[in-house]
T-cell receptor, first 110, second 113 residues
């Protein structure tokens, strides 16, 4: 059973819209949560991390965590074509390794 | 400062050959991780070092996979008798401390023919 689930997409949004990316995880002991962006043929790049329930904002990005529902999301405001990439959700289970979802492909069209 | 570097960037091997993949972590980073990323999938954990100690190798798919970090800096992932299913991108990541985040290198794309 996959421990971190993401919709593979593609999620298509128009330029300027809000993109909402979602992730669920299975282990209630999870402690930290990460969103990485990966352009085609490139390595993952950290966008946001969140440890506590609630929202965390950084520029156009907002991470939301709900531990009771085992749900973490990433909102991208004012989406740009340059945001088109695969977004990977990753979870740390009180060990040092990250468990990744399969990623959601986001397409922002002009 | 420089980020995580990996070499070679691309490697083509014939089935049955041995390969060695190198990772240079960010200077001063204590922890080093190896992940395997198949096409269309997220990275999957292989192994983890803290300094020269290999603390977790639970993700290594078989005994053909071996990793080392003898001086606590550069790490090498070795795959013996490569198989077609080993074809993937091998990502290395490093981290300064337990509360830090992992930073990824560019990866090595391995193709086994």
């Amino acid at each position: 059973q996959k421990e971190v689930e993401q919709n593979s997409g593609p999620l298509s949004v128009p330029e300027g819209a809000i993109a909402s990316l979602n992730c669920t995880y299975s282990d209630r002991g999870s402690q930290s949560f990460f969103w990485y962006r990966q352009y085609s043929g490139k390595s993952p790049e950290l966008i946001m991390f969140i440890y506590s329930n609630g929202d965390k904002e950084d520029g156009r990005f907002t991470a939301q965590l709900n531990k009771a529902s085992q749900y973490v999301s990433l909102l991208i405001r004012d989406s740009q074509p340059s945001d088109s990439a695969t977004y990977l959700c990753a979870v740390n289970y009180n060990t040092d390794k990250l468990i990744f979802g399969t990623g959601t492909r986001l397409q922002v069209f002009p | 400062g420089a980020g995580v570097s990996q070499s070679p960037r691309y490697k083509v091997a014939k089935r049955g050959q041995d390969v060695a993949l190198r990772c240079d972590p960010i200077s001063g980073h204590v922890s080093l991780f190896w992940y395997q990323q198949a096409l269309g999938q997220g990275p999957e954990f292989l192994t983890y070092f803290q300094n020269e100690a290999q603390l977790d190798k639970s993700g290594l798919p078989s005994d053909r996979f071996f990793a080392e970090r003898p001086e606590g800096s550069v790490s090498t992932l070795k795959i013996q008798r490569t198989q077609q299913e080993d074809s993937a991108v091998y990502l290395c990541a490093s981290r300064q401390g337990p509360e830090d985040t992992q930073y990824f290198g560019p990866g090595t794309r391995l193709t086994v023919l």
